[in-house]
């Protein structure tokens, strides 16, 4: 469905000091620095697989989601999405595919998104039942009978993003960009936000690229990951194999039925926290058994769960390896 | 998007953007009210030629030419130049690109769909000009109306295609907002739009006629008052739609070398 061979995106950039001397100066002489965005990247994507894409801020996600969606031309590299070009930007291209961003917004401000929902379905040439029939399934799934009359300036954050993602969808697009859709949601619709996403992947089979910051969007929608960092693709595969690679040491999570002392806890493990008759303890993936064995043993445990560490730590760990790699190889050899 | 695809889905566009202009509304009669310079330029053109005739301008054909100025001025505009330089810094540009429609159709219907609330304006300046002016005041035959409509829908092309290709500037400047004041400057000296063109010297006058800027407004003015038999309108119309072709090739090429440049900031 989307292979990526080698992509670049290189931007040249003005760059000039503050100050009014510098500003001066770059009056007659600008200089310029590349930002490579994207270095060299390339991976596959099967019809119908949900991936994450992971990085720190400045990765080089969005801009090859970008690309992807046609936006951007790639400064080097060969793209195609479901047999299309992105960046010739093809009719038939188009009408197969969407970017939401949580940050923009296609909704007409000041009019009700029956509007725009009316709009799109001109644009993309629906027909008017299957019009119908998807308005219906979205209005039901989203639950937004009670939006689309109001004006979206009117509309909550949370409404609005609901309404956006509908309007999105109103051409059935088989490949969907999604960056950052959960961004600035509560806690109960980003959970709504994520069974839509999986709901429409399974019912549609549509293929599914999410750019989130939120490790429970990734953790619940893509079964595999690609992690990007300083445009560098640094990791391909499974999000499980992911973390055990990272992190291979298991949480074990004790409720204590009392309080009970630190010294009693660190023999088991390392004490990630232990407060308010909590403990989290850090161990060995292999040490798991023994470790929940002393622990019945030895201390009054309510309820106790094995977890991965969250994911959260587990990619800060990965960026900062990977800065301490490029760290070590930009430093000089010691003659 | 195909020309039959896009045929198809312009009544909705249109209905949407008429929706959208009724919903400004109100900063639309606050633009109107930016517009009346050509009132300001009729009372003072009406003292200068209270005494004596200016050119062929006595004081009613001055109220005739800045009436129709006035409402002519209500169509023949566009601000696409100043909205491509706000959604291309912004990066909203985006989100019309992923549209399987051009942007520029959706800029020129946006404007388009704005029309019945610009000639709830116009029409009603026109009607005044002919109770102040009389029958003299528009054309009398029917076909000098055809090249009225046409001379007006030529006159928005040209304010509209310029304002694409100066607009599309802003993919390789950092704001082309310079640009387009410096266009209406020009605008303002050679368009017509603060006096009649026949007013100035020969030698100016053959400058301004090789420029775009007497399309827009002085032509459309020019045909609404039925200054020109046939021929002369139709060599006028002729050299309007010639700007148009210009300017639309202009516009394209430039949009579409720019477009390329796009990066798409913010998210």
Redesign the interface.
């Known amino acids: 469905m989307i292979s990526v061979r080698g992509l670049r995106k290189h ?1 040249k950039v003005h760059k000039r000091p503050p100050g009014l001397k510098a500003a001066l100066r770059s009056l007659v002489h600008r200089s310029y620095t590349t930002v490579k965005a994207v270095d060299g990247i390339s991976f596959d994507i099967r019809p119908g697989e949900r991936v994450g894409f992971l990085g720190p801020n400045g990765a080089g996600k ?1 801009t090859t989601l ?1 690309v992807l ?5 790639p400064s080097d590299g060969e793209v195609t999405v479901d047999g299309h070009v992105p960046q010739k ?1 093809e ?1 038939a291209f ?2 197969k ?3 939401v ?6 909704l ?1 401000w ?2 009700p998104p029956a ?1 725009t929902f ?8 629906v027909p008017q039942a299957q019009y119908k029939k998807t308005m219906s399934d979205l209005i039901e799934l989203l639950e937004i009978g009670d939006l689309i009359g109001k004006p979206t300036r009117q509309l909550s954050l949370g409404e609005r993003m609901k309404c956006e993602l509908a309007a999105a969808l109103i051409h059935q697009p088989r490949v969907l960009f999604l ?2 859709p959960t961004i600035g949601l509560d806690v109960a619709m980003q959970a709504t936000m994520r069974t839509f996403i999986k709901e429409y992947n399974e019912k549609y089979g549509a293929t599914l690229i999410l750019t989130s910051h939120y490790m429970d969007d990734v953790a619940a929608l893509c079964p595999r990951v690609i992690v990007i960092d300083k445009g560098l693709l640094s990791y391909d595969g499974g999000l499980d194999a992911l973390v055990q690679r990272v992190r291979p040491e298991k949480r074990v999570v004790l409720r204590l039925s009392e309080e009970v002392d630190a010294g009693r806890l660190s023999p088991l493990g390392r004490v990630v926290t232990h407060e308010s008759g909590t403990a989290v303890l850090q161990v060995q993936q292999e040490a798991v058994n023994a470790t929940i064995t002393r622990a019945l043993s030895t201390l009054p445990v309510m309820d106790l769960t094995v977890e991965n560490a969250p994911l959260e730590e587990v990619m800060s760990e990965l960026f900062a390896e990977s800065k301490a790699r490029r760290t070590a190889a930009s430093e000089p050899v010691p003659a | 998007m195909s020309a039959r695809t896009t045929l198809r889905a312009f009544p909705t566009l249109l209905r949407v953007g008429f929706a959208e202009a009724v919903a400004y509304r109100a900063e639309m009669l606050i633009w109107v009210l930016s517009t009346t310079m050509p009132l300001v330029n009729m009372v003072l053109w009406m003292a200068v030629s209270r005494e004596a005739p200016v050119g062929r301008f006595g004081e009613a054909d001055f109220v005739s030419y800045f009436l129709a100025t006035f409402a002519v001025r209500q169509l023949a505009t566009s601000w696409a130049a100043w909205l491509i330089n706000w959604e291309v810094k912004q990066g909203t540009l985006a989100m019309r690109l992923l549209r399987p429609i051009s942007p520029l159709w959706a800029y020129a219907v946006e404007s388009i769909a704005a029309f019945p609330m610009r000639l709830m304006v116009a029409v009603p300046v026109m009607l005044l000009s002919v109770a102040l002016v009389g029958q003299k005041a528009v054309p009398q035959h029917a076909w000098q109306w055809g090249f009225v409509v046409l001379s007006v829908i030529g006159g928005w092309a040209v304010a509209f295609l310029a304002n694409v290709a100066i607009g599309a500037l802003c993919f390789f400047l950092e704001s082309s907002q310079k640009v387009l004041e410096v266009w209406l400057v020009l605008f303002f000296v050679c368009s017509g739009y603060m006096y009649p063109v026949e007013l100035l010297p020969p030698t100016l006058r053959t400058i301004i006629d090789w420029l775009p800027f007497r399309y827009q407004i002085g032509v459309p003015v020019e045909m609404l008052t039925g200054a020109y038999g046939w021929e002369e309108s139709l060599r006028l119309l002729a050299a309007q739609w010639a700007w148009v072709a210009v300017l639309g090739a202009l516009a394209a090429v430039t949009w579409k070398q720019g477009v390329r440049r796009f990066a798409a900031f913010g998210g």
Do not use: F, P, V, W
Not at chain 1, 69 to 73: A, V
């Open positions: 931007y969005t970008k969606s046609g936006l951007l031309y930007r009719e188009l009408k595919i969407m970017l961003m949580g940050q923009k917004q296609q007409l000041d009019l509007e009316e709009l799109n379905r001109a644009i993309y040439d960056d950052e």
